[in-house]
């Protein structure tokens, strides 16, 4: 009886054990157009928090561009705030080219579409929330 006993609670602790656990097999996926051509590649940085947000990235992809198109994928994400910037490293050099003035001299884009004005875009206009898969365009300019 007592095994019994054991069996069943064992049962209903591990159904509500798994049940109370959140989701943390999100999907984001980033389609970037704007490319004038498939030569480079597109540098992808994911952020997820407002502090690191342009400085330290949470999750980084660099990805082909066929047809001037591109995809990233990033797996595994936790519900939560997240940003995205991206930027065509055109001439291939493994960086962001600058002027003297750190303004981009390659193609950006952001999440939301975010703009810069009197410096970099915001996070709080670059954010969304991921609460299930979620599908991203960004047109990188």
Do not use: C, W
């Amino acid at each position: 009886m007592q095994k019994v006993i054991g069996t069943v609670v064992l049962v209903i602790a591990s159904f509500f054990s798994s049940h109370g656990q959140e989701n943390t097999n999100f999907t984001i996926t980033v389609n970037m157009t704007g490319m004038k051509s498939d030569k480079g590649d597109v540098y992808v940085a994911l952020y997820n928090a407002k502090k690191d947000f342009l400085k330290t990235t949470f999750k980084t992809s660099i990805v082909k561009i066929v047809d001037q198109k591109a995809t990233a994928i990033f797996t595994g994400l936790e519900k939560g705030v997240y940003a995205i910037s991206v930027f065509h490293d055109k001439n291939d050099n493994k960086k962001m080219d600058t002027n003297f003035l750190g303004i981009p001299k390659e193609p950006i884009g952001m999440s939301n579409d975010a703009k810069a004005f009197m410096g970099p875009p915001k996070f709080k206009d670059a954010k969304f929330m991921v609460a299930a898969d979620v599908v991203l365009s960004i047109r990188i300019k």
